[in-house]
């Protein structure tokens, strides 16, 4: 069973130009950059953050370092329907042709992605079996 629901799963499908991770510096403070690549990996459950150069990051060290970070993805639908979701949790920086940052979900907040409007769903994640 997915950490994600049909709602969430189809959204997170959607092309959306832009998102924003957040990693946890050497000090503790946050780190957040706008990202462009990202995807959902259904065979782990995850999020995979994608970049150029990704390995050379703070990014990429913080993840190395802390193994927690989250991202944000968002948008408005017209007139005005804010939309998004916002997945935190464990994360790896995973190295290879192609390297990524992958979020195992923890703690999900969605809004705006079926008929609840601009209520909030938030739940925490169990851990998915490997």
């Known amino acids: 069973m997915s950490a994600f629901t049909d709602a969430e799963r189809a959204y997170l499908r959607e092309i959306h130009p832009m998102a924003r991770l957040a990693t946890v510096g050497r000090d503790g403070t946050p780190h957040v950059m706008p990202i462009g690549m990202y995807r959902l990996d259904e ?3 995850a999020i995979d953050t994608l970049g150029r150069d990704l390995t050379t990051t703070k990014k990429w060290r913080d993840v190395v370092r802390n193994r927690q970070a989250a991202i944000v993805i968002d948008d408005v639908v017209p007139p ?3 939309r998004g979701i916002e997945v935190r949790g464990r994360a790896e920086a995973i190295d290879g042709p192609e390297p990524v940052i992958r979020i195992h979900p923890e703690r999900i907040v969605a809004w705006g992605l079926d008929d609840t409007g601009w209520m909030r769903n938030a ?3 169990e851990p998915r079996k490997s």
Do not use: E, I, K, N
């Open 43 to 45: 065979g782990t459950d």
């Open 80 to 82: 005005f329907r804010p």
């Open 123 to 125: 739940r925490d994640v």
